[in-house]
T-cell receptor, first 116, second 117 residues
Framework: EPEVTQTPSHQVTQMGQEVILRCVPI?????FYWYRQILGQKVEFLVS????????KSEIFDDQFSVERPDGSNFTLKIRSTKLEDSAMYFC??????????????FGPGTRLTVL | AQKITQTQPGMFVQEKEAVTLDCTYD???????LFWYKQPSSGEMIFLIY??????QNATEGRYSLNFQKARKSANLVISASQLGDSAMYFC??????????????FGTGTKLQVIP
């Protein structure tokens, strides 16, 4: 069964450093998303991406964040200068061709980011 | 704006018994989807079940069923014959239909279910 994969599973970084979180969505999906979950809290939407551009973003997704689809398979989230409060689990998700409200998003296993 | 409310931070259920996890939602969209996800202690998010706003029948997937009451804006998850492996965090979520069709999923705060042997 096709699945979303994410690497690394755990990333530790120093405050102020740049990190890139990587995701490989399901191959025939066209809509891609990043979410984050601070430990013990609910999952929060960050950004959605379609047709090589951001289609929607939350107030969390400020200038420190960027997303890119550098090739036909990878989808990345970059945090330019990490802060302590960026420590969280980051989930990538993808959904199928229509992207409408009646299509579930399939989540990857997550990358746990720890900022020291 | 969309909002999901899960009022049960934690629930216990005896193995083999049924349990209902509550979820209410608020949206101004006419077309929306409701989802339940399971998050085990390992952290991954596992899709369980989906209910469309225009679906007249309640969704079922194996031991999971969604008790959809549109007028009350509730979408409760019912797990029948609970198993020890059902112990996890459960999130109710929804997607609306905004312009462009690229909708975010809004999550509730979750309910931690513990199945007792």
């Amino acid at each position: 069964e096709p699945e979303v994969t994410q690497t690394p599973s755990h990333q530790v970084t120093q405050m102020g450093q740049e990190v890139i979180l990587r995701c490989v969505p399901i191959s025939n999906h066209l809509y891609f998303y990043w979410y984050r979950q601070i430990l013990g809290q609910k999952v929060e939407f960050l950004v959605s991406f379609y047709n090589n551009e951001i289609s929607e973003k939350s107030e969390i997704f400020d200038d420190q964040f960027s997303v890119e689809r550098p090739d036909g398979s990878n989808f990345t989230l970059k945090i330019r200068s990490t802060k302590l409060e960026d420590s969280a689990m980051y989930f990538c998700a993808s959904s199928g061709a229509s992207g409408g409200p009646h299509n579930e998003q399939f989540f990857g296993p997550g990358t746990r980011l720890t900022v020291l | 704006a969309q909002k999901i409310t899960q009022t049960q931070p934690g629930m216990f259920v005896q193995e083999k018994e049924a349990v209902t996890l509550d979820c209410t939602y608020d949206t101004s969209d006419q077309s929306y989807g409701l989802f339940w996800y399971k998050q085990p202690s390992s952290g991954e998010m596992i899709f369980l079940i989906y209910q469309g706003s225009y679906d007249e029948q309640n969704a079922t997937e194996g031991r999971y069923s969604l008790n959809f009451q549109k007028a009350r804006k509730s979408a409760n998850l019912v797990i029948s014959a609970s198993q020890l492996g059902d112990s996890a965090m459960y999130f109710c979520a929804m997607r609306g239909a905004t312009a462009g069709g690229y909708q975010k999923v809004t999550f509730g705060t979750g309910t931690k279910l513990q199945v007792i042997p």
